[in-house]
């Protein structure tokens, strides 16, 4: 339940970052906020059905384990955002406001 939640607030963060960045570099911010907030989900989908539910169907020795696999969708949802933001929207660019 908590890892849901995080889940949401850090991609309506992930939302709000790709937004802001798009803007700074003369993006189409609403595009790139999608493109954003969609590799994000797609990484953290991926991680929790591949990884998270697998090792957590079986009986966890600790809760740090437990907790630490139902907090790691967002950790690699937020790491593939990063690299997509710098890969794909960033591109050399310099982040100057265009105020």
Do not use: C
């Amino acid at each position: 339940m908590i890892s849901n939640l995080l889940l949401k607030f850090i991609g309506i963060g992930v939302l709000v970052w790709f937004f802001k960045t798009a803007e700074k570099v003369g993006e189409k911010s609403v595009k790139w906020a999608i493109i954003g907030v969609l590799g994000y989900a797609l990484a953290a989908a991926l991680t929790h059905f591949l990884i998270t539910d697998v090792i957590l169907d079986r009986p966890v020795s600790s809760k740090s384990v437990w907790q630490f696999f139902n907090i790691l969708p967002s950790l690699v949802g937020l790491t593939a955002a990063y690299f997509v933001r710098k890969k794909f929207l960033l591109k050399g660019k310099t982040l100057e406001s265009k105020e």
